[in-house]
């Protein structure tokens, strides 16, 4: 593990890798070399014995197989529909599931389609919203380029954003998301320090988000807009708004989105996803993009794979049209929200007398992040990591994967807790167990 | 047409973007942008009365309705393989498809899977082979780099090398494929002036290639490999062979893979895909890849989409374990041939009488691809695929778009006819409304 682990101690900033220094592979292959997400992935592979406290995956037996099934027959039963999910599609996706999305995104944000302010086609669909996330910064960065990002944040767009040469500058962040304030701050240190030019893209997982489960106040999603707009002077800097998990809310309500504060629909991309409120093997996700973001996003995608698979978007389109895919949700709430109270008191029972050990109980999401007394080293590499894996058989996600900036500076006594895969009993179970290998690491 | 037409001209060797020259995009953007790729679907969409000669669609009767109903209803009928299409996958895909995989290469290449001398985790599932050209591009290609490429090729594959910056040099070839002499030609000419260690990578369509569908002659096969290898002294220079008309032979025997010729499994990469010979809309493309890159290409893919969609490959797999797959390629088979014999000899019965008019007639894939007198301009922007658009209603597409190289060297005399999507009776139609075009224009 520590062999590999030197591979990323730069991850955040210092991208910079000489060219020829392998003259096989190309400098975009040596950024993205040694992701953290294979190393995870592997880790668990390589561990099958371990309760996953880490994966980010979906419940199994929340999978809508039913709905599935009756989706699929009645798509292959029309023949047109049928014909047409077997066919080649267009880049940007198929229109019958891109006008679903409309009346979708209104349903969420409150509002008819007409006050949406935009037309199907500032709607692309993606292989799940990775691949736009992934396309919008191919678009956006160049080598050296600036991302600011809340800290911490999705790991995984950490290794995209490093994985294209250009840095991730952290934005602190509390238990009401990226904090408004420091985004001011750091943006006018950029501008005097005449780096501003290179700020392309600010990216916030504005629900619930991964790996802290917390959303972005409503008041701060205006003001975000709204910085951010007042520093994209020389150029637009866009805001990338991942939604990922804007349908798992159990206690909260819903809010709308950092876009629909964007009045002119000019700098949000708006990211969302079938993946985690229906089923992620079908990588069915979407991008609500301004108008000129269109032709860039869908060259790029055009030239990586044409399109995505015309299949998924039909079936997923007469999930909605036949209603089978809001009841999917609901029932999702409802198990996700007793995972999320078991998850919750196992950490309250094993580790609710442990001075320093502190975590939140999120309202939504997927995730409980959970920080140990600083100079506990649960980071990746670490003594806990190993301890947790090889004596206790638990895994999780150390959480410095999810701070942007170099190894010194990133905090190492965080964790994510999933309670995404596991049964009620085995999260009980991971949690007693990570408790004795945090015992015995205190 | 015009206004657009500009953006591609230099699209083979001047790939210089200024940095900064549009401060929002990233010069990835710059270089994909009017991609003809989007032009062509473009033209298609604006153009729905036209015949289409062009699209590289497959033959709507020919999709696998009952295959895929069949299929889809026993997949999911099995309580633990629906789950697992249903969830999130490996980014290298479901294993389950990759064991059938190797077993499906070692039959078309007419050997045993140990025979193959490679592993499962060799096979890399991605979205359609599209993907896998795009990933393996980026893996391997840094801006200014070389691509050599057969002469003329396809052309969405030119548009994947401009997209990064790099450059498609074209070789010779003749109605056996890339001519061997003429690489070694131009690698040599390549290394004289200090160039050879740009070059990274040979990109040759195998069987019934795109756009002429002509083959690669088998004693070229194991010569490509060979030369390759020669002047792979400072660094490995890779093979991308992309075989997607594979299964779409008629008269002609299959031939072994290039692939099959590179006894230590190093230095080519095969492209398959089920697009072609199954579905596009399921996306569903596998790539066969030395071992040293199967770590850089999943790492890229990872961070691009994490994996494929799960669902497909399941489909997929229990297609070919059903049974369900090799009949349908039989009956398609037997289709094509058909389209191809009546598209044939419309052609000689429109045109047969034209001095200067010359067609191949093939024996695999979808295309018939002709040439005009010289100095006749069936280019795109030019006057014949005005007219045949504009006046005529059939569309085709631009032989030009097919060659590496600045516009001044490009020839403009070819046309790719493609007999894929339209039924016989469209194809006859189509090629009288063309030779009217041609008829006129001569």
């Known amino acids: 593990m520590l062999a590999r682990f030197s591979g990323v101690t730069d991850r955040g900033l210092d991208t910079t890798v000489p060219p020829g220094s392998d003259g096989r592979w190309s400098r975009r292959r040596q950024w993205a070399a040694d992701g953290v997400v294979g190393f995870m992935m592997k880790q668990a592979v390589d561990h099958p014995e371990c309760i996953s406290l880490a994966a980010g995956l979906v419940d199994p037996q929340t999978l809508p197989l039913e709905a599935t099934r009756e989706a699929?027959?009645?798509?292959?039963?029309d023949e047109s529909r049928a014909r047409a999910a077997l066919q080649y599609g267009t880049t940007e996706g198929a229109q019958r599931l891109r006008d679903l999305l409309l009346e979708y995104l209104a349903g969420l944000e409150g509002v008819s389609t007409d006050q949406l302010g935009i037309t199907p086609d500032q709607l692309v669909l993606t292989t799940g919203s990775q691949q736009l996330l992934s396309i919008l910064c191919e678009t956006l960065l160049d080598p050296d380029d600036?991302?600011?990002v809340a800290d911490p944040t999705y790991y995984v767009f950490l290794g995209v954003v490093a994985g294209l040469g250009a840095r991730a500058v952290p934005i602190e962040s509390d238990e009401g998301g990226m904090k408004i304030e420091s985004l001011e701050e750091t943006l006018q240190a950029l501008r005097d320090c005449g780096d501003l030019?290179?700020?392309k893209l600010v990216y916030v997982v504005s629900d619930h988000d991964n790996p802290r489960s917390v959303s972005l106040e409503t008041p701060r999603?205006?003001?975000?807009?709204e910085v951010v707009s007042r520093y994209s002077t020389k150029q637009q800097i866009f805001i990338l708004e991942d939604a990922?998990?804007?349908e798992l809310y159990y206690d909260a309500s819903p809010r709308p989105s950092v876009w629909s504060f964007d009045d002119r629909r000019q700098s949000v991309v708006l990211a969302q996803t079938f993946s985690k409120c229906f089923s992620p093997g079908l990588r069915v996700g979407f991008?609500?993009?301004p108008r000129e973001l269109v032709g860039p996003v869908?060259?790029?995608k055009g030239n990586e794979?044409?399109?995505s698979a015309s299949f998924n978007q039909y079936l997923l389109a007469t999930a909605i049209e036949e209603g089978l895919f809001h009841p999917h949700v609901q029932r999702l709430r409802a198990t996700y929200a007793a995972k999320r109270d078991r998850l919750a008191a196992a950490v309250t029972k094993y580790l609710g007398d442990v001075e320093g050990v502190e975590w939140l109980v999120p309202a939504g999401g997927l995730y409980i992040w959970m920080t140990l007394p600083e100079g506990v080293d649960a980071g990746w590499g670490g003594t806990l990591f190993e301890r947790a894996v090889d004596q206790e058989q638990v895994m999780y996600v150390p959480g410095d994967l999810c701070h942007a900036g170099s190894d010194d500076v990133r905090p190492r006594n965080g964790l994510r807790l999933s309670f995404g895969v596991e049964t009620p009993d085995r999260l009980e179970l991971g949690v007693e167990r990570l408790a004795r290998a945090i015992r015995a690491e205190l």
Do not use: H, N, S
Not at 221 to 225: G, H, I, K, P, Y
């Open 72 to 77: 699929t027959q009645r798509m292959l039963a």
């Open 287 to 289: 991008g609500v993009l």
């Open 298 to 300: 869908t060259d790029l």
């Open 221 to 225: 999603r205006e003001q975000l807009v």
């Open 197 to 199: 030019p290179r700020v």
């Open 146 to 148: 600036i991302c600011l």
């Open 305 to 307: 794979d044409f399109g």
């Open 244 to 246: 990922a998990y804007r």
